[in-house]
């Protein structure tokens, strides 16, 4: 073979083995490529739509019948999963209505809460509050008070980061009554709550606040953009019977639906589980479709109430089944 032949065929040989190279080179960095945005989908699609907080309500037999400390609540809900928190005020009575609610307390309560808050990462998302009054009685005089005893969990609420407060209507069981007493109660401390950045919502709690439709009829009349609803997926008990069974129920998924345009949270009630992990009264693929389809894409509360496991495993069972679901899901 002549010199020139042979220089020539060599440096064709090279180009198709540094082509051959450069091909390899490119597809193994789309398999990367491809690989890697599998991985990025496959992530994205195990995320909920939603976030997941805790309702201090899941533990409350652990803080009253087991003496549990409530300032464990923070390190507790880490640790099984959560990143927000949903306070209940009555879980801190003891401490609180022995001082008398007074100003020092309460800055004890809050600072206290947003150390522990800050040291497992977690963020305050609402304090529940029970037992400061009726916001829907009759007796003008009464329903300001309530009102007014409502402005230092506000504050709390502000001085925490919260986004809300979750009242109650309860008051007279006339429905006219009861949704004129609703706006009046509902305006005036959405408009103390105003200008702290503070949303008052309204949770289906018995009596005339499972009912919706009425709930909603007050929502309208309200007409505030810091005064909204907390649809809990199994609260739609009216009325009772003197034995404490329902006597007259709303239709849960009904409710929900019709309560989730107005809504600002949400909360995952759970009773009892059967053999799969499901929740035997509760459709939890119906409610979480209500709630996804409504756009809705905050905190969702898991509160646990059932009692034939215990707290911590009712809570990982309604966390595990919410996830399960939302993975399902469309």
């Not at 907080?53 to 409350?60: E, K, Y």
């Not at 005020?89 to 001082?99: D, G």
């Not at 007409?223 to 404490?244: H, K, V, Y």
Request: glycine content about 8%.
């Amino acid at each position: 073979m002549k010199r020139r032949n042979f220089i020539q065929n060599g440096s064709r040989a090279g180009l198709a083995f540094s082509l051959m190279g450069i091909y390899a080179c490119k597809d193994t960095k789309k398999k990367e490529a491809e690989g890697a945005g599998e991985a990025e989908m496959a992530q994205k699609v195990a995320e909920p739509f939603f976030k997941l907080s805790l309702a201090q309500w899941s533990i409350h037999k652990m803080i009253r019948e087991d003496g549990v400390d409530p300032y464990t609540f923070a390190e507790k809900a880490k640790n099984w999963g959560f990143t927000g928190l949903e306070y209940v005020s009555q879980l801190y009575n003891p401490e609180l209505e022995s001082a008398n609610y007074s100003p020092e307390a309460m800055k004890a309560f809050v600072d206290k809460s947003n150390a522990l808050a800050k040291e497992h990462g977690l963020e305050n998302v609402l304090i529940m509050i029970d037992g400061q009054g009726n916001l829907a009685v009759s007796d003008d005089k009464e329903r300001q008070e309530a009102v007014e005893r409502h402005h230092k969990w506000v504050d709390a609420a502000a001085a925490m980061g919260c986004h809300a407060i979750r009242v109650n209507l309860a008051g007279s069981n006339v429905p006219e009554d009861w949704k004129k007493n609703s706006v009046d109660g509902l305006t005036k401390l959405a408009t103390y709550a105003k200008d702290k950045n503070i949303n008052i919502i309204v949770e289906n709690h018995g009596g005339l606040s499972s009912n919706a439709a009425m709930v909603v009829e007050v929502m309208e009349m309200v007409n505030m953009d810091n005064c909204g609803t907390l649809p809990d997926f199994g609260n739609f008990c009216i009325s009772r019977n003197e034995d404490g069974s329902c006597k007259e129920t709303y239709d849960m998924y009904k409710g929900v639906a019709e309560l989730m345009p107005h809504a600002k949270a949400v909360s995952a009630k759970s009773n009892n589980f059967d053999a799969q992990g499901n929740d035997r009264g509760i459709d939890y693929a119906k409610m979480l479709k209500i709630v996804k389809d409504a756009g809705y894409t905050g905190y969702i509360g898991v509160e646990y109430e059932g009692n034939e496991i215990g707290e911590e495993a009712g809570i990982i069972a309604t966390r595990d089944l919410m996830l399960k679901v939302a993975g399902e899901m469309s």
